[in-house]
């Protein structure tokens, strides 16, 4: 982001703290109970992700040919690697055998031997050794291999479609907001590692906790309240996309700061939404990425954190320094956000009370599921003139 914007959006940030107000949506909003319930609604959901370009990791994931990395993306094991030609490329991490995941973790691994029956192939999915041929004349090594998906780096994130032979546009995905987001360099920091939480609670509740901070100064009394002020957000939607800004406690001493001397990081939270799944935080030292997935049915979903250290972690205490601040904020999501929403969705799949309302304060709330309810409908309308030509 260049300086001007980041400038301008503090002062932004600057007066709604000074008034103790928030950017405000124009009127409340209501959503149905069910949208977290139905498994229709829920099918629908899984849809809209699985045809949606997917952000699965920083490009520093994958840091010079030959090295890979292995995600798992709604349920389906995929592995990315980097080819000596020093593109991205992604497959089903599925042996052509009996299904095998071929590669696990990451690392730097040219080849990929298959844990069970030792079937190899290279990095650009090729089959190059298959020990006892004779009993499998119908494959072909070199001609045949993994199947690939369709991928890309990309504002400094890896992407991939999750089906083979799609279009993968993330330059029409993401429009003008490619630029800023990889203004930040976060794609490029250190990756940390990756956690995994597999809550009961509807993948939308799970996304639902990153979209507002009204909720700061009651759920994170102890912890982001101590640092970020509560109900104080700038809003900005980029199409389906939405960026907010959390501007921190310090804030207010701007006011006695020349606006040359400012450090907005050092002042603020940018969050970005990008549609339909996925959540960046940015600060002057991390660059956290949750990709928030719908599980096996309404009721349950996969939320994996990623975090990145513009700090050299080549130094080992430097490094637990990281790791220890990724850990209080993955503590921090698992112990008060995701623990809390867990009661709303039992609250929710009672049935006894039909809908849920979404303050004028909650701008970005309201964002995420006006974004979501426009492409499943969209999505219907295009089936449905399909299923009439
Ligand atoms: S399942 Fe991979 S070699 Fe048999
Ligand atoms: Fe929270």
């Known amino acids: 982001m260049d300086h001007d914007q980041l400038i301008d959006l503090t002062r932004r940030a600057l007066k709604l703290a000074r008034d103790k107000t928030t950017d405000l949506a124009p009127a409340q909003h209501m959503v149905d109970a069910r949208d977290y319930t139905s498994v229709e ?3 629908l959901d899984t849809a809209m992700v699985m045809a949606s370009p997917q952000l699965v990791g920083y490009v520093s994931e994958l840091p010079s040919p030959g090295t890979y990395c292995t995600k798992t993306v709604m349920g389906r094991s995929v592995l990315l690697t980097r080819t000596s030609d020093g593109s991205v490329r992604a497959f089903e991490n599925i042996c052509l055998h009996r ?4 590669a696990t973790g990451c690392g730097s691994a040219r080849r990929f031997t298959c844990p069970y029956h030792a079937w190899t192939y290279d990095n650009t999915g090729r089959l190059v050794s298959l020990p006892g041929r004779e009993g499998f004349p ?3 090594p070199k001609s045949d291999g993994l199947t690939e998906l369709p991928a890309a780096e990309y504002a400094g994130f890896l992407w991939v479609a999750l089906e083979p032979g799609a279009s993968l546009d993330v330059a029409a995905h993401l429009g003008p907001l490619a630029e800023e987001l990889d203004s930040w360099g976060i794609g490029r920091w250190s990756p940390l590692g990756e956690k995994v939480l597999d809550c009961p609670i509807n ?22 309240a101590t640092i970020a002020r509560s109900n104080c957000t700038v809003f900005d939607a980029h199409g389906p996309h939405h960026r907010l800004i959390f ?3 310090g804030i207010l001493d701007l006011d006695e700061v020349p606006e040359q001397q400012w450090n907005p990081l050092q002042n603020m939270v940018v969050i970005y939404a990008l549609f339909p799944n996925i959540v960046l935080s940015v600060t002057i030292a991390n660059g956290e990425l949750f990709r928030i997935y719908p599980g096996d049915r309404p009721g349950r979903s996969i939320t994996v954190h990623q975090n990145s250290t ?8 430097v490094a637990a320094g990281a790791q220890s601040v990724f850990e209080y904020a993955h503590a921090t999501v698992r112990d008060e956000d995701y623990r809390l929403v867990q009661s709303l969705q039992a609250n929710l799949e009672s049935g006894a009370r039909d809908r849920l309302v979404f303050g004028r304060n909650e701008p ?3 964002h995420r599921h006006i974004s979501w309810a426009q492409a499943i409908e969209k999505g219907m309308t295009a089936a449905a003139s399909v299923g009439a030509g």
Not at 99 to 102: D, L, P, R, S, T
């Open 99 to 102: 299904q095998a995941q071929v």
């Open 310 to 317: 513009p700090l050299d972690v080549s130094d080992e205490s």
């Open 247 to 249: 501007p921190l406690n």
């Open 203 to 224: 993948w939308k509740l799970a996304v639902d906790t990153f979209a507002e901070n009204y909720h700061f100064a009651t759920v994170h009394r102890q912890t982001f």
């Open 41 to 43: 609604r829920h099918q």
């Open 138 to 140: 119908d494959v072909t």
């Open 364 to 366: 970005g709330l309201q």
